[in-house]
Every structure is written in structure tokens, then in C-alpha cells.
């Protein structure tokens, strides 16, 4: 019926509000019946303990039952309690007088007699004064005490015979059950006295307790619903404010904008779940266009650098083509020029394809490698190309890693190209130790070391040095060698200071030999 779960929850708490008045009102209303049952039970009980006394005394001032029925109605009579007064007739009881009690207070009690109504009308209807029951009397009254009848004995002929005020008529939703009121007879010798509880103060009662607890109940709805709204609102809040942020993300917008909330409740959790999910979202989002950014700046190296050797190659072929040079000395210059720059189109596709090939994701096996073995081929390649007095290479034995041998050997190959390149005074260190835990590889030069503001940058791809002087190179070795290392599950450092050297530690975790796993890299 509801559709907002804020509405449902406000008239959940409102049909709890009309249960609780309700609750209120039934114990209220048990109680006071209750009471009222106990009292007058107790009043019913102790007036029939006077009825003996009571009609002997009277009989014996007036003379018989018939003169003195009114008076014993009258002082019989208490609040809520009805007191009807019958002689005997042979087998039957015939009705002499009866107290009307809801007419007790203030003035004194008005009494019936037989064949009349109550004196109820009558301002000055008094039982006990002169006229109450002077006037004339049905058949079997027997009059009054007092003399001429007043006004208040003017009552018109009472219909539905005296039967009526004998007997406790039934209360409204069976309070007769509720209260286990039940009219009371005492017999005497010529006849009885019928004492029953009067339900008319009591009804009067309950519907002014129920007529005030219509307005009471409405407020307390109205109340509750106000309230209801205002709470739930409250606590929903978060929860509408996190299906907002999930429309914006729907939307495309992965701004992270948590939600605030320090409730402990399902809701709290749930506030808590979504802020650390849209924050990881937020991240993948902002990695992958860190990423995308730097493809895209990576493709607009690539092509630069390849455009360069490419460009002169061409011009060097339009030349030839045109046949504008003769000499031959000019030509075989030309070619020369063309061969370097093949070849260094050749060097930046190989290390393009390195770099490519070491940021494949796919799994396959890592291998055994012993990095002392990889540093001594290293260190045995360079002395082929004529730098190898410079490599000084000291290494443990069973320098065991997980990875792959190429990829190693071309992360310490490019740190010795490296140290060699940029440090060609110095001699080069290649340290291999470790403990327990891990192999490392320090490459070491005394050259003139990194400024510290290049020290983050120059491992990003195509970065390259101010003072690199005019030393070969695409910034492309150091990308290669910490990736590879990355992919042995290690890590690549740098320690440098201008004007002393720099080391570049790799770090790796040792493995023992003939261990195998396959790691996602
Ligand atoms: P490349 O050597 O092709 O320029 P690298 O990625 O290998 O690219 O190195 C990036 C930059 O780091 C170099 O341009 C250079 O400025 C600096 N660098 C690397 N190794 C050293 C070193 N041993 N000494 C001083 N500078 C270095």
C-alpha cells in the first residue's frame, strides 16, 4: 500500500501508537471495572447485613410493611446501588417501593412506588419530604409519610410496571459478566428486599473516559505519525543518500563522495560497506585512467622515437634515389648513418617488446633462477663487448629466486649498461648476497649520481635524465628492470647522491631449489 519505506515505517509506528492507546484504554477501563465490581460488591453486601434491622425498625414505626417500604427504601439506598422493597402475596412478591440511586446525590434519593416512574423530574422529588410520595398513588401504594403530594409526586403512571426497578438491568458489553454483579435478594418473613447494582454511574463513567479519549487518541496519532516521519526520516537518510551516490555511479560520475554516518546499526554497516567499495570503484577507476593516459603517452613516445631514425632513413633513401650524391665516399657515409639508425630502431622495437611482454597479465611458471648465475653472464657479456675490467662482481653461491631468467637478465643487464654508461670513469659493482629471506643485487658506480628530484621519475617509461650528456638510451632500461623484478615478486630501489655514485638494490624473495608456483604478474 506504501511505497516510501520511510511511509511504511512512519504507520508501523503509528498502528503501534494506536495499539499502545488502545492497551492504555482496555487496562484502564479493566481496572476501574474491577474497582468499581469490588465496591460494589462490598456495598451490596454490607446493605443486605442492614435489611434485617433496618425493616423491623421501620415495621415497627409504621405499623406494616406497605407504610414503611419507602422509608427502608430510602435509607437502604447507596450510591450505585438499587434498593427495591416487595411484600409477600401468598406465593408472590408484589412490589412496594424502590430507590432510584443515580439520583442520590446532593438532594437526597428519589424512590418509586409501586405503579409510578421516578420522581427524577422533580426539583424538590425527596424521599423523605413532605409530598415525595403524597400525591396519588398507583394501586398498592401505600402513600407516603408526608401529607398533600408536591410536585414531585406528579410522576406519570409508570407503564412497564414496577417489574422494572426490581432487578439490576443489563450493563452494555456484558459488564454484568465482567463484573459479577448480581442482584442480591433478603428475605424476611412477609417479604424480601431485591438489592441490585446500578449500572448508570458506572456507564456515565466510561463513556466520559472513552468520549475524552477520542481527542487524546487522535493526538497521540497525529503525534506518533509527526515523530514517526521525523525518526525515520533520520534514519533513512543515510541510506537515501547512498542510493543517490549509487544513481550517480550508475550515471557514470565515480567522484567519491562518501556517505556520512556513525550509527553501529545495519544501516551504519551498510553506509560503511558502500563507502569502502565506492572508494576501491574510485580507485580502479582512477588507476585505469592513470593508465589509459600513460598507454597513450607511451604510444606518443613510442612513435616519437621511432619517427626520428625512421625520418633520416627516409631522407637518406630520397637522396640515393635521386642520385644527387656521386662520391662514393658521401654514400658509404649515408649508409652508415642509415645503418645506425636502423639499428637503433631495431634496439627501441626489442626493448618495446621486452616492455610489452613484461606487462602481459598471463600466467605461466615461474622458474628457479640463480641470480649469482645471472649476474656472472651479465658481467661475462660485457666483458665480450671490452667494459668487463670495469665489472667487479662478487656474488654468493645459490643466489636461488623465483622468476624468469630472461627477464632478470635484462633488469641486471640494463643496471650495469647503465652504471657503465652513465659513470664511464668508474668502476662498476655487482654485489650478489642475501639472507634467509632474500637475494639481493646491488649495482653500484661512483659516478655522478641522480638528483633528487629525478630519483622517482627516472624509473617511468621514456624518462630520461638532464645530465645524461649525450649518452644512448630511449628511457626504457630502468621501466624494464623494475618491472622484471616485480614480476619475480621483489622490489627495485635507488640510492643516489649527486656527485657520490648511485646503487640500484634488487630485492627478491629466495626460494629453495626445485620449488614451483605459478603467479598472476
Ligand atoms: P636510458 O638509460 O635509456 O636513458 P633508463 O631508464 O635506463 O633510460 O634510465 C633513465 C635515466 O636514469 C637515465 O636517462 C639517466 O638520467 C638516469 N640513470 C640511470 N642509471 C644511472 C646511473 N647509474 N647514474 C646516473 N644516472 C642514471
Known amino acids: 500500500?506504501?511505497?516510501?519505506?520511510?511511509?511504511?515505517?512512519?504507520?508501523?509506528?503509528?498502528?503501534?501508537?494506536?495499539?499502545?492507546?488502545?492497551?492504555?484504554?482496555?487496562?484502564?477501563?479493566?481496572?476501574?471495572?474491577?474497582?468499581?465490581?469490588?465496591?460494589?460488591?462490598?456495598?451490596?453486601?454490607?446493605?443486605?447485613?442492614?435489611?434485617?434491622?433496618?425493616?423491623?425498625?421501620?415495621?415497627?414505626?409504621?405499623?406494616?410493611?406497605?407504610?414503611?417500604?419507602?422509608?427502608?427504601?430510602?435509607?437502604?439506598?447507596?450510591?450505585?446501588?438499587?434498593?427495591?422493597?416487595?411484600?409477600?402475596?401468598?406465593?408472590?412478591?408484589?412490589?412496594?417501593?424502590?430507590?432510584?440511586?443515580?439520583?442520590?446525590?446532593?438532594?437526597?434519593?428519589?424512590?418509586?412506588?409501586?405503579?409510578?416512574?421516578?420522581?427524577?423530574?422533580?426539583?424538590?422529588?425527596?424521599?423523605?419530604?413532605?409530598?415525595?410520595?403524597?400525591?396519588?398513588?398507583?394501586?398498592?401504594?401505600?402513600?407516603?409519610?408526608?401529607?398533600?403530594?408536591?410536585?414531585?409526586?406528579?410522576?406519570?403512571?409508570d407503564p412497564g410496571g414496577s417489574h422494572r426497578y426490581d432487578r439490576m438491568e443489563p450493563y452494555p458489553f456484558s459488564l454484568n459478566f465482567v463484573l459479577h454483579l448480581e442482584p442480591k435478594d433478603v428475605y424476611f418473613p412477609n417479604g424480601r428486599v431485591t438489592l441490585s447494582p446500578d449500572p448508570a454511574e458506572l456507564i456515565r463513567a466510561i463513556n466520559a473516559f472513552w468520549f475524552a479519549m477520542v481527542p487524546i487518541g487522535l493526538f497521540v496519532v497525529v503525534a506518533a505519525w509527526i515523530l514517526g516521519r521525523y525518526i525515520t526520516g533520520q534514519a533513512l537518510r543515510p541510506l537515501v543518500e547512498t542510493t543517490s551516490s549509487l544513481n550517480r555511479f550508475g550515471a557514470g560520475d565515480f567522484t567519491p563522495r562518501p556517505v556520512e554516518s556513525t550509527s553501529r546499526d545495519e544501516i551504519g554497516e551498510l553506509v560503511r560497506a558502500y563507502n569502502a567499495a565506492a572508494a576501491q570503484v574510485s580507485a580502479a577507476f582512477e588507476e585505469r585512467r592513470a593508465a589509459e593516459l600513460e598507454m597513450r603517452q607511451f604510444i606518443a613516445d613510442a612513435g616519437h622515437e621511432l619517427r626520428t631514425p625512421l625520418t633520416v632513413i627516409m631522407g637518406f633513401v630520397d637522396v640515393l634515389r635521386r642520385r644527387a650524391l656521386n662520391e662514393?665516399?658521401?654514400?658509404?657515409?649515408?649508409?652508415?648513418?642509415?645503418?645506425?639508425?636502423?639499428?637503433?630502431?631495431?634496439?627501441?622495437?626489442?626493448?618495446?617488446?621486452?616492455?610489452?611482454?613484461?606487462?602481459?597479465?598471463?600466467?605461466?611458471?615461474?622458474?628457479t633462477v640463480d641470480l649469482a648465475q645471472v649476474a656472472g653472464n651479465v658481467a661475462t657479456a660485457f666483458q665480450a663487448l671490452g667494459s668487463g675490467p670495469r665489472v667487479e662482481l662478487r656474488a654468493e653461491s645459490d643466489a636461488l629466486v623465483r622468476g624468469y631468467e630472461t627477464e632478470l637478465h635484462d633488469a641486471v643487464s640494463n643496471l650495469v649498461e647503465n652504471a657503465l654508461k652513465y659513470a664511464p670513469e668508474s668502476p662498476v659493482g655487482v654485489r650478489v648476497y642475501g639472507d634467509k629471506e632474500t637475494v639481493n643485487v646491488d649495482v653500484t658506480d661512483r659516478g655522478p649520481g641522480i638528483p633528487l628530484e629525478e630519483q622517482t621519475q627516472v624509473f617511468s617509461r621514456f624518462y630520461r635524465g638532464r645530465d645524461r650528456a649525450d649518452a644512448e638510451g630511449f628511457g626504457l632500461g630502468l621501466a624494464i628492470a623494475r618491472r622484471a623484478v616485480e614480476r619475480a615478486g621483489g622490489t627495485l630501489t635507488l640510492w643516489s647522491e649527486p656527485g657520490y655514485g648511485s646503487r640500484f638494490s634488487m630485492c627478491i624473495p629466495r626460494a629453495t631449489r626445485g620449488e614451483s608456483i605459478s603467479v598472476a604478474v
Open 328 to 367: 662514393p665516399a658521401s654514400s658509404s657515409k649515408i649508409y652508415d648513418t642509415m645503418l645506425a639508425e636502423s639499428r637503433r630502431m631495431k634496439a627501441l622495437i626489442d626493448k618495446l617488446i621486452i616492455l610489452a611482454r613484461l606487462e602481459n597479465p598471463q600466467q605461466r611458471e615461474l622458474e
Open 1 to 157: 500500500m506504501f511505497r516510501s519505506l520511510a511511509t511504511r515505517l512512519t504507520a508501523t509506528y503509528v498502528f503501534a501508537a494506536i495499539v499502545l492507546v488502545v492497551i492504555v484504554i482496555a487496562a484502564v477501563t479493566a481496572f476501574t471495572l474491577s474497582m468499581f465490581g469490588i465496591s460494589a460488591r462490598e456495598t451490596q453486601a454490607e446493605v443486605a447485613r442492614q435489611v434485617p434491622e433496618e425493616v423491623r425498625l421501620e415495621v415497627l414505626r409504621s405499623g406494616n410493611l406497605s407504610a414503611a417500604a419507602v422509608d427502608i427504601a430510602r435509607h437502604l439506598a447507596r450510591p450505585g446501588l438499587r434498593v427495591a422493597v416487595f411484600e409477600r402475596v401468598g406465593l408472590r412478591h408484589r412490589f412496594l417501593a424502590a430507590s432510584l440511586p443515580e439520583r442520590i446525590e446532593g438532594a437526597g434519593t428519589t424512590v418509586i412506588t409501586a405503579g409510578r416512574s421516578p420522581l427524577g423530574n422533580a426539583p424538590g422529588g425527596l424521599l423523605g419530604g413532605p409530598g415525595d410520595l403524597g400525591g396519588p398513588g398507583g394501586p398498592g401504594a401505600p402513600g407516603g409519610p408526608g401529607g398533600p403530594g408536591g410536585p414531585g409526586g406528579a410522576g406519570p403512571p
